[in-house]
């Protein structure tokens, strides 16, 4: 039978559905996005758009695909399980037994009855996957923990994902090692509180000390790591270790400290600020990107001037903006909310703002040599990132997997452009 797979959302899920592939593809089932006999949509719940988005899909296969087997899995679907009963769905998972797809289908392939399961319960055990290599992508995602106990009043993720767990850590090793020894250069390790990371007694710096030794991997990079875990182990792990990725994702969300206290974050902005000049005293040139919601209900306009002020002063590398959403069941959603308009035009700032930023940071490396681990092909280029995260677009046809020195040449409309001076495979041993 041949199946499709549509992804909404984060790295997790992108980790997750190559998983659910992997497996398929190993029981005898062929990948076909045309004219698939099995659908599985993997949905979010981040925001409201998120969870239309999520929807939207689901009717639309069951429109265009009538007699194929729909399944519906993640967290749109386990926070809102009765809007999803009735949509025609065969298979409604929430955020568990993703991991048992194979024979959850071929159940159903066996019997036609439809079949839901949910839990409740936020204290769960880590529900394991294993991939041996992406298809989807050249740098390889490894999950190695899950569920949040932070509960932000602003987010539905603690509710929909469970209590925090982590990946045993020998298997997480032997999992890079596989990834490793199938061609992948690069891993991105990801989880929905990553920095929480805690598996026999190591932490996340030891797993990322004990990753670095494997054979082939350049780099290791965190999708996304609170301020308030860069504590004083990882910045000397940063210090020693040029595989970790000279980049770092961290979620800042507000630069007023009035609204991060009702957004119940774990720091004020001066600690933000300390913790930041730690990293650059380390990693002058390091790229530091972040996550900012606009337009959260304690957010006046003078705490929104705060907001940008700091991140002028911060100095990010990029901002990813998200509006404000309202999530019913979180604490924010009962507090007086802002008008749309004010969190569109907010919005509208902050991004102009990422793009200023973004191509202040661009423009240090033109005329610098560095290596570009080359990912796709984009129309006549060759495209892939530096350690720091810049997106290099190289004229041709490259192969994709390598490592080459490029040369940053120009930046145009936030593209950064460069050429091949190298190939250095053969000089890293890989």
Same mark, same amino acid.
Request: with cysteine; charged share 30%.
């Given at each position: 039978m041949k199946f499709n797979i549509i992804t909404l959302g984060c790295k997790v899920n992108a980790y997750e559905s190559e998983f659910m592939l992997e497996n398929l593809l190993r029981s005898g089932y062929f990948f076909d996005k045309e004219n698939p006999d099995i659908i599985i949509i993997n949905t979010c719940s981040v925001t409201n758009m998120a969870d239309r988005k999520s929807r939207k899909l689901v009717h639309k296969a069951r429109r265009e695909h009538e007699k194929a087997i729909l399944v519906v899995v993640g967290c749109s679907t386990q926070n809102h399980e009765e809007d999803y009963q009735n949509m025609g769905i065969d298979i409604l998972l929430g955020n568990r037994e993703k991991s048992k797809i194979v024979s959850i289908l071929e159940e159903y392939i066996h019997n036609h009855k439809p079949y839901t399961y949910f839990t409740k319960e936020r204290s769960l055990d880590f529900e394991d996957m294993q991939v041996e290599e992406f298809t989807t992508h050249t740098r390889a995602f490894v999950k190695v923990q899950d569920g949040c106990d932070n509960f932000c009043s602003y987010c539905i993720i603690p509710y929909v994902r469970g209590s925090i767990r982590s990946k045993d850590f020998n298997q997480a090793i032997e999992e890079v090692k596989t990834l490793a020894s199938?061609? *992948?250069?690069?891993?991105?390790?990801?989880?929905? *509180?990553?920095?929480?990371?805690?598996?026999?007694?190591?932490?996340?710096?030891?797993?990322?000390?004990?990753?670095? !030794? /494997?054979?082939?991997?350049?780099?290791?990079?965190?999708?996304?790591?609170?301020?308030?875990?860069?504590?004083? !182990? $990882?910045?000397?792990?940063?210090?020693?270790?040029?595989?970790?990725?000279?980049?770092? *994702? /961290?979620?800042?969300?507000?630069?007023?400290?009035?609204?991060?206290?009702?957004?119940?974050?774990?720091?004020?902005?001066?600690?933000?600020?300390?913790?930041?000049?730690?990293?650059?005293?380390?990693?002058?040139?390091?790229?530091?990107?972040?996550?900012?919601?606009?337009?959260?209900?304690?957010?006046?306009?003078?705490?929104?001037?705060?907001?940008?002020?700091?991140?002028?002063?911060?100095?990010?590398?990029?901002? *990813?903006? $998200?509006?404000?959403?309202?999530?019913?069941?979180?604490?924010?959603?009962?507090?007086?909310? /802002?008008?749309?308009?004010?969190? !569109?035009?907010?919005?509208?700032?902050?991004?102009?703002?990422?793009? !200023?930023?973004?191509?202040?940071?661009?423009?240090?490396? /033109? @005329?610098?040599?560095?290596?570009?681990?080359?990912?796709?092909?984009? @129309?006549?280029?060759?495209?892939?990132?530096?350690?720091?995260?810049?997106?290099?677009?190289?004229?041709?046809?490259?192969?994709?997997?390598?490592?080459?020195?490029?040369?940053?040449?120009?930046?145009?409309?936030?593209?950064?452009? @460069?050429?091949?001076?190298?190939?250095?495979?053969?000089?890293?041993?890989?």
């Open positions: 199938h061609g *992948h250069k690069e891993v991105v390790l990801t989880g929905i *509180h990553t920095g929480s990371y805690s598996s026999n007694g190591h932490d996340l710096s030891d797993l990322i000390e004990e990753m670095a !030794k /494997i054979e082939g991997l350049i780099r290791i990079r965190i999708s996304s790591i609170e301020i308030t875990e860069l504590n004083d !182990k $990882f910045l000397n792990l940063l210090k020693k270790e040029p595989k970790i990725a000279n980049h770092l *994702h /961290i979620p800042l969300q507000s630069g007023s400290d009035t609204v991060l206290k009702r957004m119940n974050r774990k720091y004020d902005t001066n600690y933000f600020r300390e913790k930041i000049a730690k990293i650059r005293a380390i990693r002058p040139d390091i790229s530091i990107t972040t996550d900012c919601i606009v337009g959260h209900p304690y957010e006046t306009e003078e705490c929104f001037l705060e907001y940008v002020a700091f991140c002028h002063e911060i100095h990010f590398s990029k901002l *990813h903006v $998200f509006p404000y959403s309202i999530r019913t069941g979180t604490a924010s959603a009962s507090m007086p909310q /802002i008008d749309d308009k004010i969190k !569109k035009e907010r919005t509208h700032l902050l991004l102009e703002l990422s793009s !200023k930023l973004e191509e202040e940071y661009d423009k240090k490396f /033109i @005329g610098s040599t560095m290596d570009v681990i080359t990912e796709e092909y984009e @129309g006549e280029y060759t495209v892939g990132f530096t350690s720091n995260y810049i997106k290099v677009y190289l004229k041709g046809e490259y192969k994709l997997n390598q490592v080459y020195a490029c040369k940053l040449e120009h930046v145009e409309n936030l593209r950064v452009y @460069g050429s091949v001076i190298s190939c250095l495979n053969e000089e890293i041993n890989v």
